[in-house]
């Protein structure tokens, strides 16, 4: 057995012994996925993220939490592709992984939300949905406008895809409904379909709760969990409800001022010193 096999069965194990002593089946949490490998990303004369690493395993999920500031959404950027650091490793399913392209990212495997919601408030549901399904279609621009066999067949597979995962995500009502005039919370449910669309293997939610209210957060958290559960997806999300993390979350990342300060299960975390300071507001002298 390798060094990196045993390491990830070691990981198995542990993670099995956790839920076991809680009484609670164990969870299919593997290897590694995702390593990030002291990465440092600057703009200008400003330091964003600096020598930080820490990995994803599969199946998991992995949350990155923080006061404002502390670097998360630079992180998720940089795991997305959209920045690239100029110090450091990003290693992702065995392989380690030069500068691409956000869509070249996607077509790897890593879909994402935004903080922002980046739907095309114009078009309904069913069609947003639709577009998270273009980086795995086959068929040229030309065949898709014909729509005349392979491109017909394709669309009517996609659709059929999507279809499942509106059933999944309980919005058949609102599948004809231009986004723009649907309420915030289903807003941001119909952003975890189009990023679901892509079948990713890694989804980046980038604070999936951010503007909801108490019973749109907790039908949030049961997607996410059922996502994780039934699709056997790895999940990493940004989030600043600590009630959230802690209840969902397998381990936690903690950044500070672009510095990693904590890392481990929820009750580590809880249980870490800087992390409490760093919460607390405790002054960096």
């Not at 690493?53 to 199946?59: N, Q, R």
């Not at 869509?103 to 903080?115: K, L, M, N, S």
């Not at 059933?167 to 986004?179: G, H, M, N, S, Y």
């Not at 990342?253 to 870490?272: C, S």
Request: glycine share 10%.
């Amino acid at each position: 057995m390798s060094i990196h096999a045993a390491e990830a069965a070691s990981d198995d194990v542990a993670y099995a012994s956790q839920e076991e002593a809680h009484g609670i089946e164990p969870r299919r949490i593997g290897g590694t996925v995702m390593e990030m490998k002291n990465i440092t990303l600057r703009f200008g004369g400003v330091t964003a993220i600096k020598d930080i690493s820490f990995d994803i395993k599969e199946h998991e999920i992995r949350a990155i939490i923080g006061p404002n500031g502390a670097g998360k959404s630079s992180m998720l950027n940089v795991i997305n592709g959209f920045y690239h650091p100029q110090e450091g490793e990003i290693w992702f399913r065995g392989a380690k992984r030069g500068p691409m392209k956000p869509y070249e990212i996607a077509q790897q495997g890593i879909a994402r939300t935004f903080q922002n919601i980046a739907l095309f408030k114009g078009m309904t549901t069913l069609d947003n949905i639709m577009t998270g399904r273009m980086t795995m279609m086959k068929t040229n621009f030309w065949q898709q406008a014909m729509w005349w066999g392979s491109a017909q067949r394709e669309e009517v597979e996609h659709r059929r895809r999507v279809e499942e995962i509106i059933d999944f995500l309980e919005i058949q009502a609102i599948r004809k409904t231009p986004v723009g005039r649907l309420p915030y919370g289903l807003q941001k449910r119909v952003e975890l379909g189009r990023a679901l669309a892509a079948e990713p293997k890694l989804l980046l939610l980038d604070e999936p709760m951010a503007g909801m209210n108490v019973e749109e957060k907790e039908d949030m958290c049961r997607f996410i969990l059922d996502v994780n559960d039934e699709f056997g997806t790895t999940i990493a999300l940004i989030e600043h409800d600590m009630g959230v993390v802690m209840d969902i979350a397998d381990r936690v990342v903690v950044l500070d001022y672009g510095r990693k300060i904590g890392d481990g299960t929820p009750e580590e975390v809880r249980a870490n010193q800087d992390v409490i300071d760093a919460y607390l507001g405790v002054s960096h002298d």
